[in-house]
């Protein structure tokens, strides 16, 4: 039993949320009569869920630091407009418009970020403010009514990767990102155990190995199932995108000194300070990476839909709150990764999916979301309050110490809403 | 030695990730299911008892519920395996149903768009796996993968709402000339701006020689549209035109897109202490039509989900046969092509004529007592 912990590495309590996923990935296969693990479906499973969980990742951040973006659905549904104004009454290429959209993300992140980081009103505030003012501002500029996006943008909302090579009976565009994915997987494990060997980890080579084959077949069965779609379809433009933003901002938030200082600020700001870390601009960054991403995402479900509409947006900053709690992050501030935040989003996408291919209204999928939910928080709020195992744990009979969070900041999370502003 | 290590779990790696490639296979030039469909669709129809998919907005209003219950029924009855599907006014919770929809093999898609521009990405999706896409009760815009849209005209409901509107200023106001305001429905939704153009078609002349004034002067339809159709909205806007243009003077009449502003209007006018001001309304809702039977909506334009579903059902099975679907009465262009429309004359329901016109609907004669 200890072995399967080492293949895994650190503390299984992390793949909770990772075996309810596939759990519900299998069940609903099951129970659709074999409809939810399709080609088609898993296609538009990541093409329609991508602009959500690219802001799960900003939203990740921003609890991270101990705030919340109320403005992101706002933000991605004015620079969508914007984008879709300019291309068709500027006449600017659908490059150009895009650019636009997305630096007016990075202006509107700054706006968040000097209100928060300079003059210190708490995110909450801030970004209540910012909801309103680009709601509004979507419907003023757009009259309220659906404007064309440029047909280009489509590429990036819903589109699909080249055919060319020989007939593999797969997308060869797929099945090289899925060829890459494996290599790279595999060198990095193995550096990371070489390297663990050197400072003198005992752990022995086959657990990386079984580890190794394990991803892999992960990754390939991904390949096999998104390459082997209609002629035409691939892995979805929207999920490499994502895939790509998981790996920067994975590397951003664990290896880089901007990373350690959200942690820092996020767990306890005054010592921080104390320790010479620019709270001020931290916030500030963080926010504008936030209002970024949110533009990104508005203009990628501008190109899915085929056209910007004035209530684009609304709500979407609660389904990223949501995928970031589910993933785990504490409300406290300093708790959250970026692979959790992608698994909570993906349990709440393979909810929606799966309902909706068993045909249950929209009335009782909300209802089945809001439980799972708070369960899943509940559930965490429990095991580190109790300093219990998950059942997974359990399961394996994990008798090792928990998590390094003290029970104290586990706990503070077991009060949503409780502690949204950080004091100041 | 530590190389070769590694060379050899990379190369195991690539070889399982081939050979889970290698054992593909199935991938045709089309899925095997939707080129049976093409391919049956040339040659006429669709299996009978196939999955037919309806996709609505919402159910937020009752005409919607009535479609979402009456259309699980018919095609029940019709022998079809039906997925009725309501969005909760979210335009990419709409999107994904619709995908599951085609995942679950339908044949034909009924689609009442929250936004009739914004679905273009997933209806083609639709029309590639050979799934024929009927719009019902709103135009789907701006994109090819339409094959017909049933729906009540909507100019000529715009129409008829602003006669009713006139009727019952000269019923219940006496002499003009009137003071009015106008209200227009929801922008994203497309016929909003229909219902609003048939309207001032009656109006207009009326306005221009002077019979009606638009005390507000606000008679662009950006002006008086309602987003999304919130009623709360249209009270607010209600409240504040009264407050700022109507101190001194009496409202007559208010040109209403739909059953709930209707209310939400009449209570705004109350209020402020008005008398009641001639509403007319859209889709006959219980609380509408009880309001006309007691005298405070003046009129409400029915458009009988029945009728609609029956002119879909009609469709649908031509469809399924593979016959040409019968002629359309006008055809629209969406921006993209020319769509033919299938379109029913609504009807207007008074006091006077209430128990005539709902002699078949024992719910809503239940309500006239």
Redesign the interface.
């Known amino acids: 039993m200890k072995s399967i912990k080492e293949i895994f590495g650190g503390d299984l309590r992390q793949y909770t949320m990772v075996i309810v996923l596939i759990a519900l990935i299998v069940g609903f296969h099951i129970a659709s009569g074999g409809r939810m693990l399709t080609p088609s479906n898993f296609q538009n499973l990541l093409s329609g869920n991508a602009y959500v969980l690219i802001l799960a990742i900003g939203m990740m951040m921003v609890i991270v630091i101990g705030h919340i973006d109320l403005s992101v659905g706002s933000v991605a549904g004015f620079c969508g407009m914007v984008v879709a104004i300019c291309a068709r009454d500027l006449g600017l290429p659908w490059w150009g418009a895009a650019l636009v959209g997305l630096l007016l993300g990075v202006a509107v992140g700054a706006w968040h970020g000097f209100w928060l980081a300079k003059v210190g009103i708490p995110g909450f505030i801030t970004t209540l403010a910012g909801m309103m003012i680009f709601r509004g501002g979507v419907i003023w500029i757009s009259n309220s009514i659906s404007i064309p996006a440029p047909d280009e943008l489509r590429f990036f909302g819903s589109g699909s990767l080249p055919e060319w090579g020989p007939d593999t009976g797969l997308n060869n565009s797929t099945l090289l990102l899925g060829i890459i994915a494996i290599a790279a997987v595999a060198w990095l494990q193995l550096n990371g155990w070489n390297k663990a060997k050197r400072t003198g980890s005992q752990t022995p080579l086959w657990t990386v190995i079984t580890r190794v084959v394990l991803l892999c077949a992960v990754i390939g069965y991904a390949a096999y199932l998104y390459g082997s779609g209609l002629v035409g379809t691939s892995f979805p433009v929207p999920g490499l995108i994502l895939v790509v933003l998981v790996i920067v901002y994975h590397i951003v938030t664990e290896r880089t000194a901007y990373g350690r200082h959200i942690y820092a600020v996020g767990g306890n700001k005054a010592a921080a300070a104390l320790s010479g870390v620019n709270v001020p601009k931290t916030y500030f960054l963080t926010m504008v990476n936030m209002s970024f991403l949110a533009a990104l995402a508005g203009v990628m479900f501008v190109g899915r839909a085929t056209s910007a509409g004035p209530s684009d947006g609304v709500n979407w900053e609660l389904d990223a709150i949501a995928a970031v709690f589910i993933g785990g992050a504490a409300v406290s501030g300093g708790i959250g990764t970026v692979v959790a935040t992608m698994v909570g989003g993906l349990v709440m996408a393979v909810l929606n999916s799966g309902l909706m291919l068993l045909g249950v209204g929209s009335d009782k999928t909300q209802v089945i979301k809001g439980l799972v939910l708070l369960a899943a928080v509940a559930f965490d709020v429990y095991n580190k309050r109790q300093g219990k195992k998950s059942i997974i744990g359990h399961l394996f009979g994990n008798r090792e110490s928990g998590k390094p969070e003290s029970p104290d900041a586990a706990s503070s999370s077991a009060v949503p809403g409780a502690k949204e502003l950080p004091t100041q | 030695m530590?190389l070769t290590?590694?060379a050899v779990?990379?190369a195991?790696?690539?070889s399982?990730?081939?050979s889970?490639?290698?054992?593909?296979?199935?991938?045709?030039?089309?899925?095997p299911q939707?080129a049976s469909n093409e391919a049956t669709a040339a040659t006429g129809g669709f299996e009978a008892g196939s999955t037919i998919g309806v996709s609505l907005p919402?159910?937020g209003t009752q005409n919607w519920k009535e479609a979402e219950t009456q259309f699980a029924t018919a095609l029940t009855e019709a022998g079809y395996k039906p997925?009725v599907?309501?969005?909760?006014?979210?335009?990419?919770?709409q999107?994904?149903?619709i995908?599951?929809m085609?995942?679950?093999g339908a044949k034909v898609l009924v689609v009442a768009p929250i936004?009739?521009?914004?679905?273009?990405?997933v209806l083609e999706k639709a029309k590639?796996a050979g799934i024929k896409i009927i719009g019902y009760d709103r135009l789907l815009e701006?994109?090819t993968a339409v094959d017909a849209v049933t729906q009540y005209g909507s100019i000529e409901t715009g129409r008829v709402q602003g006669e009713a509107l006139l009727a019952g200023l000269a019923e219940r106001k006496g002499a003009g000339p009137y003071n009015i305001e106008l209200f227009g429905g929801?922008?994203?939704d497309p016929n909003a701006p229909n219902f609003f153009t048939g309207a001032m078609e009656v109006l207009q002349p009326k306005i221009d020689d002077g019979t009606l004034v638009v005390v507000s002067g606000q008679v662009e339809f950006?002006q008086v549209?309602t987003?999304?159709w919130d009623n709360a909205t249209a009270q607010k806007r209600m409240e504040s035109l009264l407050a700022g243009n109507y101190q001194d003077k009496k409202i007559d009449g208010v040109l209403t897109p739909n059953d709930g502003i209707a209310r939400a209007i009449l209570t705004a006018c109350e209020d402020a202490g008005q008398d009641i001001p001639v509403v007319d309304g859209l889709d006959a809702e219980d609380e509408s039509v009880v309001s006309i039977w007691e005298g405070k909506q003046y009129a409400t334009v029915a458009k009988p989900t029945p009728e609609l579903i029956a002119q879909t059902m009609v469709l649908i099975q031509a469809l399924q046969s593979g016959a040409e679907l019968p002629p359309p009465t006008s055809t629209a262009n969406n921006?993209k092509i020319d769509v033919p429309l299938y379109e029913l004359t609504p009807v207007v329901i008074t006091k006077a004529n209430a128990k005539q016109a709902f002699a078949d609907d024992p719910a809503k004669l239940e309500l006239l007592k």
């Open positions: 530590k290590k590694k779990v990379i195991a790696a690539i399982l990730g081939l889970l490639a290698a054992c593909s296979g199935t991938r045709g030039e089309t899925p939707s919402w159910l997925i599907q309501a969005a909760d006014n979210k335009v990419p919770q999107q994904s149903q995908e599951a085609i995942e679950s936004d009739g521009k914004q679905l273009g990405t590639d701006n994109t929801g922008p994203a950006t549209a987003a999304e921006g």
